[in-house]
């Protein structure tokens, strides 16, 4: 069929403009501008470049804007050309005004090419490895997915996660989601929490419109949200779930909801919610990480990163992401289309990739008897490094805790009949102060040894992860909450060798781990800020 008797257009999804025209043959540049109706300033006014082949059914794509474009969800690379059929989906901004390829009349195989997608290929020499893997998982014939037939409710972990399907829901490939509060919806008093469960409204006025684009291109619609209220018994479930019903009823789309109570590992930034919406709630889909994104106020914005703007109450949302290695954006940067580049934006006190391991220290072990007495934060490593003493002295060294004990006076007796016996002494408790040392320092002049000093280096923060984890995994410890950490940081003061120690040892912490899993949890962000 020749070019004169087939036309090519740009066709918006949303109809808020005429179809564009493609000439055979011809460059048709577009952006922000009366043509599209686009206004966004991310926009370039030259943003894309199209030039269609009406006898071949194709069209060159090529991003000419400094912000992305997308093709079929993917981002495009700026000044690489593209290969597009007819049915493709051309996003003027990557994820925002939505445009369909037509020709007219249709190319004899398109209901073919619908059925196995999209196949066009990047140049080789530009394209990642990790787009190639995706690119590739297009090419699959999709297994067909049931919609949800009615709304359900599901509680997992004792109430620990409660589930809302609601009807229409689809798996897909792609997930879209979204924190609530702050994010989707914000209070109607305008206060930071809602006074009850009818204090809300919609949070932007482009919602609804956003949601509805990406419920079109395919995305489950995905609500991921903290509600510790619940847990602490201060907010009655039965009235969220009728909150979280009017919301959905309310934007008028289907979305399964997720819903955090406790303190585990349901609770954002760890990624319980997603890891059961991955495992057991998306009908066998392996979901497509490149192409899903997540979207939450909890960025760690600092104090007037808008002029006005109060601080972030957390980073939350934004180290979910960064956990799962998910696109991320901002409520103002999706729904509003503003730009993130100069948001002033804190970082977590601890990194747990940036973590090293270090060899052990062998001079903590001493030729001649002492007490070593050990100094550091509830969770910096005090009883892992006593145990490691314990073993690499082949037990010539004995470890005495006053969480085991339960004072200092069953401590101090305890490590009196050891050293009588022969044995050194590891006193494995915080010690902050001087009087607490001096103790230990008193009772070796006392039984006539030595007396030394092993500093733990890891900081409130990491002290933190570190006791956070072991509430994950369940280790056996006593719970530690924020006023013993902010207690020990009051009363601290740098042990010296002024204060009658040998010697004073600095010791970084150093992780062990039972198997990867573990491991893979450790190096995750684990606190909210």
Same mark, same amino acid.
């Given at each position: 069929?020749?070019?004169?008797?087939?036309?090519?257009?740009?066709?918006?999804?949303?109809?808020?403009?005429?179809?564009?025209?493609?000439?055979?043959?011809?460059?048709?540049?577009?952006?922000?501008?009366?043509?599209?109706?686009?206004?966004?300033?991310?926009?370039?006014?030259?943003?894309?470049?199209?030039?269609?082949?009406?006898?071949?059914?194709?069209?060159?794509?090529?991003?000419?804007?400094?912000?992305?474009?997308?093709?079929?969800? &993917?981002?495009?690379?700026?000044?690489?050309?593209?290969? +597009?059929?007819?049915?493709?989906?051309?996003?003027?901004?990557?994820?925002?005004?939505?445009?369909?390829?037509?020709?007219?009349?249709?190319?004899?195989?398109?209901?073919?090419?619908?059925?196995?997608?999209?196949?066009?290929?990047?140049?080789?020499?530009?394209?990642?490895?990790?787009?190639?893997?995706?690119?590739?998982?297009?090419?699959?014939?999709?297994?067909?997915?049931?919609?949800?037939?009615?709304?359900? !409710?599901?509680?997992?972990?004792?109430?620990?996660?409660?589930?809302?399907?609601?009807?229409?829901?689809?798996?897909?490939?792609?997930?879209?989601?979204?924190?609530?509060?702050?994010?989707?919806?914000? #209070?109607?008093?305008?206060?930071?929490?809602?006074?009850?469960?009818?204090? !809300?409204?919609?949070?932007?006025?482009?919602?609804?419109?956003?949601?509805?684009?990406?419920?079109?291109?395919?995305?489950?619609?995905?609500?991921?949200?903290?509600?510790?209220?619940?847990?602490?018994?201060?907010?009655?479930?039965?009235?969220?779930?009728?909150?979280?019903?009017?919301?959905?009823?309310?934007?008028?789309?289907? &979305?399964?909801?997720?819903?955090?109570?406790?303190?585990?590992?349901?609770?954002?930034?760890?990624?319980?919610? !997603?890891?059961?919406?991955?495992?057991?709630?998306?009908?066998?889909?392996?979901?497509?990480?490149?192409?899903?994104?997540?979207?939450?106020?909890?960025?760690?914005?600092?104090?007037?990163?808008?002029?006005?703007?109060?601080?972030?109450?957390?980073?939350?949302?934004?180290?979910?992401?960064?956990?799962?290695?998910?696109?991320?954006?901002?409520?103002?940067?999706?729904?509003?289309?503003?730009?993130?580049?100069?948001?002033?934006?804190?970082?977590?006190?601890?990194?747990?990739?940036?973590?090293?391991?270090?060899?052990?220290?062998?001079?903590?072990?001493?030729?001649?008897?002492?007490?070593?007495?050990?100094?550091?934060?509830?969770?910096?490593?005090?009883?892992?490094?006593?145990?490691?003493?314990?073993?690499?002295?082949?037990?010539?060294?004995?470890?005495?805790?006053?969480?085991?004990?339960?004072?200092?006076?069953?401590?101090?007796?305890?490590?009196?009949?050891?050293?009588?016996?022969?044995?050194?002494?590891?006193?494995?408790?915080?010690?902050?102060?001087?009087?607490?040392?001096?103790? !230990?320092?008193?009772?070796?002049?006392?039984?006539?040894?030595?007396?030394?000093?092993?500093?733990?280096?890891?900081?409130?923060?990491?002290?933190?992860?570190?006791?956070?984890?072991?509430?994950?995994?369940?280790?056996?410890?006593?719970?530690?909450?924020?006023?013993?950490?902010?207690?020990?940081?009051?009363?601290?003061?740098?042990? #010296?060798?002024?204060?009658?120690?040998?010697?004073?040892?600095?010791?970084?912490?150093?992780? +062990?781990?039972?198997?990867?899993?573990?491991?893979?949890?450790?190096?995750?962000?684990?606190?909210?800020?």
């Amino acid at each position: 069929m020749g070019s004169r008797a087939r036309s090519c257009f740009l066709r918006c999804l949303l109809d808020s403009h005429a179809p564009i025209k493609l000439p055979h043959n011809e460059e048709k540049v577009i952006g922000r501008n009366k043509l599209t109706k686009i206004k966004d300033q991310s926009c370039s006014r030259q943003q894309l470049s199209l030039k269609a082949d009406c006898e071949k059914c194709l069209v060159e794509i090529k991003q000419l804007g400094v912000n992305s474009s997308g093709l079929d969800g &993917f981002a495009l690379i700026r000044n690489v050309e593209y290969k +597009a059929e007819h049915g493709a989906k051309v996003e003027v901004l990557f994820n925002n005004f939505v445009h369909l390829i037509e020709f007219d009349p249709p190319p004899e195989n398109s209901d073919k090419q619908k059925k196995l997608g999209n196949k066009r290929k990047l140049d080789e020499d530009e394209e990642s490895p990790r787009k190639k893997k995706s690119l590739k998982m297009e090419t699959v014939t999709e297994v067909p997915v049931k919609a949800a037939v009615e709304n359900m !409710w599901e509680d997992i972990d004792r109430g620990e996660l409660y589930v809302f399907t609601s009807k229409g829901v689809k798996a897909s490939k792609k997930i879209a989601a979204f924190d609530m509060d702050g994010t989707l919806i914000k #209070t109607k008093s305008g206060k930071v929490h809602p006074v009850d469960c009818n204090d !809300w409204q919609i949070a932007f006025p482009t919602v609804q419109k956003k949601l509805k684009e990406h419920a079109d291109q395919g995305y489950k619609l995905v609500i991921l949200s903290n509600q510790a209220p619940i847990g602490n018994g201060r907010v009655k479930i039965e009235d969220f779930k009728k909150k979280i019903e009017n919301i959905v009823i309310k934007l008028d789309l289907p &979305f399964q909801v997720y819903i955090a109570t406790g303190k585990g590992f349901y609770r954002k930034p760890t990624p319980g919610m !997603w890891k059961v919406l991955s495992e057991q709630n998306n009908d066998g889909l392996e979901i497509d990480m490149a192409q899903s994104f997540y979207c939450g106020d909890a960025a760690g914005r600092v104090a007037n990163w808008a002029p006005g703007k109060k601080k972030d109450h957390s980073m939350a949302d934004k180290l979910l992401a960064e956990n799962l290695n998910l696109r991320f954006y901002t409520p103002e940067q999706f729904f509003l289309g503003h730009s993130i580049a100069n948001v002033p934006m804190s970082k977590p006190d601890f990194n747990p990739k940036d973590l090293t391991s270090s060899t052990f220290n062998q001079d903590l072990i001493s030729k001649v008897k002492e007490i070593l007495v050990l100094v550091g934060f509830p969770g910096s490593g005090k009883s892992f490094l006593a145990k490691q003493i314990e073993k690499k002295s082949g037990y010539n060294y004995v470890a005495v805790c006053r969480d085991v004990l339960g004072s200092w006076q069953k401590c101090a007796a305890e490590a009196t009949k050891l050293l009588q016996k022969g044995k050194s002494v590891v006193v494995d408790s915080t010690n902050p102060d001087k009087e607490s040392r001096a103790r !230990w320092i008193s009772l070796a002049k006392e039984t006539k040894v030595e007396c030394r000093c092993a500093k733990m280096t890891a900081s409130i923060a990491h002290a933190k992860h570190n006791n956070k984890f072991r509430e994950l995994m369940k280790i056996n410890h006593i719970p530690v909450n924020d006023i013993v950490y902010h207690t020990y940081k009051n009363k601290f003061v740098e042990p #010296t060798t002024n204060e009658g120690f040998k010697q004073v040892i600095e010791v970084n912490f150093s992780p +062990a781990f039972e198997d990867t899993e573990s491991e893979s949890i450790y190096k995750m962000h684990l606190l909210e800020k």
